[in-house]
């Protein structure tokens, strides 16, 4: 069964994008580019359906104060690409496509009119097609605008003016040997003892919790995680087989009496964990229960995986206390793993693991089988940033950043109607009550360019929740205030 698609004198333009997407001038993007981008967007959405009138070229370039020249060849353009077609005389129309596996026709769900399912791949997708990033509440990055990009560029310049050889070859499988010099000064300052040698390099956290995993997991096994947690690596996990369960995270770490009764009944393999601004709500482990957690892994004989991606968003001996379990047992029962992705430049995705001498061998040989080395430009930039004193500085100004906005978003969410009940004093994160449904509220957002993190996606049991993380550092358009007092209302 097809839709059918009304005459053209009778169906009314989809105004969908037109009344909710914004288009900039700053940033790389071309004017054309982002519109081609978003109607693609919304079309893999569904929220421009099959036969869907598009604005004439007059209405779209009056409404969002561009040229009819800019409109043409954006249209045109996703004509050529198949997404669009025009009508002589009627205008640009939605192309009927048809349906994967005989299904119904594009448009259509399975279950009726239900909008697409909310899941991982679905938040990760739109963080990506945001670019440049705007109006992304949800998302894990902080903006561009807070980062240093000519401290990247520099680093840049000095490699290229380096010896052309070293940059078309291999690096080592372990990783650049002056960056894991650098690595291991940085440790040490958090009372962490670590030889060169017990550093592997990787392609981000990501990478490195992916060669973590596929070394200790078969299918089966069991590992744990934070609940709620970092949900890209619940997808991960599933996918090897693995049987993830959620520990209760409560605003000083675990909840210590779940974890020994979980840890009882299913031996698991790995506990991952967040030490310090656990994501997504940037509370810090109490060395009580740090201790308590390396007791029960030794009880248990479990490894722990301390994940430290926001490590240098928390201020150190200049402000409260936070406990890492790897300065308690110095990599014997811990792996630590650590990145610059968060603080310096996501697309340097530069990360690292460190181990002890003898697993950090074979996680060395893993990642050689996969493949081969990371990429030793990103490592020589991030080398060159930190062996110059550089980055101190830098994070020390994303920290006073992160402090400056940190108070008043959280007015503002109470103000708007969300609950605050965990007030960290560092990070990037709010874990915040809406009172309602977060899916809806995704949804809501996603038909009006803005990315909400339902948080229903930060628990394995993906259960409908009231919470939403909100990325303090994404909250000054108005707008956004506006969308979430709006929805929230309706509610």
């Known amino acids: 069964m097809t839709n059918t698609v009304k005459s053209p004198r009778r169906s009314q333009p989809s105004l969908t994008l037109v009344e909710s997407q914004v288009l900039t001038r700053e940033g790389g993007e071309s004017l054309v580019d982002q519109i081609v981008r978003t109607v693609q967007a919304r079309i893999d959405d569904k929220l421009l359906r099959n036969g869907a009138r598009m604005p004439s070229i007059r209405q779209f370039a009056e409404m969002h104060g561009v040229s009819r020249f800019t409109v043409v060849e954006a249209y045109d353009r996703l004509v050529g690409r198949g997404v669009l077609e025009s009508r002589r005389g009627s205008g640009f129309f939605v192309r009927e496509r048809a349906a994967a596996n005989g299904n119904k026709a594009d448009g259509q769900f399975a279950g009726g009119d239900t909008p697409p399912q909310l899941d991982v791949v679905w938040l990760v997708r739109n963080m990506f097609r945001q670019n440049p990033s705007q109006n992304m509440p949800g998302s894990g990055v902080l903006p561009n605008s807070w980062l240093d990009g000519d401290l990247i560029a520099n680093g840049l310049r000095a490699i290229s003016r380096q010896n052309h050889a070293l940059l078309l070859q291999y690096g080592t499988p372990q990783g650049f040997l002056p960056l894991r010099q650098q690595l291991q000064l940085k440790l040490a300052g958090l009372e962490i003892a670590a030889e060169p040698e017990q550093f592997v390099t990787t392609v981000g956290v990501t990478q490195a919790l992916d060669i973590v995993a596929r070394h200790f997991l078969r299918p089966g096994d069991t590992v744990f995680v934070d609940d709620p947690g970092w949900f890209l690596m619940f997808g991960m996990f599933v996918t090897m087989g693995a049987k993830v369960v959620g520990i209760p995270r409560l605003a000083d770490g675990p909840d210590i009496v779940k974890l020994a009764e979980l840890a009882a009944l299913h031996k698991p393999k790995l506990y991952v964990i967040n030490s310090v601004l656990h994501n997504p709500t940037s509370t810090s482990l109490s060395a009580p229960k740090a201790f308590q957690i390396l007791k029960l892994a030794e009880q248990h004989d479990f490894m722990i995986v301390e994940d430290d991606i926001y490590c240098d968003m928390h201020a ?31 697309t340097l995705r530069v990360g690292f693991i460190a181990a002890s001498p003898e697993l950090a061998i074979r996680l060395s040989d893993r990642k050689m089988l996969c493949n081969l080395t990371s990429t030793e430009i990103g490592e020589r930039v991030v080398y060159k940033v930190l062996s110059e004193g550089h980055y101190r500085k830098h994070v020390e100004r994303l920290r006073a950043k992160l402090d400056s906005v940190r108070d008043k978003t959280v007015r503002q969410l109470e103000r708007i109607g969300m609950r605050i009940d965990i007030h960290a004093p ?5 874990w915040a009550d809406a009172g309602c449904d977060t899916n809806a509220l995704a949804e809501a957002g996603m038909a009006q360019g803005i990315l909400v993190a339902p948080g229903c996606l930060f628990s394995p049991s993906q259960l409908p929740s009231t919470r939403t993380r909100i990325n303090i550092g994404a909250m000054s358009d108005p707008a956004i205030a506006r969308f979430f007092e709006r929805a929230i209302g309706q509610a």
């Open 316 to 346: 150190g001996s200049a402000g409260p206390a936070a406990t890492r379990i790897a300065a308690l047992d110095q990599l014997q029962r811990v792996i630590y793993l650590g990145g610059f992705s968060k603080s310096l430049a996501a």
């Open 426 to 430: 560092a990070g990037m994160f709010v």
